[in-house]
């Protein structure tokens, strides 16, 4: 079974930064980490669960959400089977709980999530 786990989450300041972190363990037939898409989503109380950014496999081409374009960047290391989300210029609509997730698009044999980590930007 393949585990993901988060960290790097906190308290920040508006205007703050922050960088998360997400490893990938274990192994499933079919996962090979550095050819899965990778991708941070998040969840404020009372909202739906949002995909802010994904990476995808060769190439390592990214995608954002409009509301932290510009702002947040993902990034992977393949031997490290880690991925990352530098995140700028914090404000207030950024607190939530951000999740890990690596999913087989192409195919649907997997769908894996981390437990996430508390991100909260308040002065």
């Known amino acids: 079974q393949v585990q993901l786990v988060e960290s790097g989450g906190g308290l920040v300041q508006p205007g703050g930064s922050l960088r998360l972190s997400c490893a990938a363990s274990?192994?499933?037939?079919?996962?090979?980490?550095?050819?899965?898409?990778m991708s941070w989503y998040r969840q404020a109380p009372g909202k739906e669960r949002e995909q802010v950014a994904r990476?995808?496999?060769?190439?390592?081409?990214?995608n954002y959400s409009d509301s932290v374009k510009g702002r947040f960047s993902i990034t992977r290391d393949n031997p490290k089977r880690t991925i990352y989300l530098q995140m700028n210029s914090l404000t207030p609509g950024d607190t939530a709980v951000y999740y890990c997730?690596?999913?087989?698009?192409?195919?649907?044999?997997?769908?894996?999530w981390g437990q996430g980590t508390q991100v909260t930007v308040s002065s």
């Open positions: 274990g192994a499933a037939s079919g996962f090979t980490f550095s050819r899965s898409a």
């Open positions: 990476i995808i496999t060769f190439g390592g081409s990214t």
């Open positions: 997730n690596a999913k087989d698009y192409a195919q649907g044999s997997y769908d894996y």
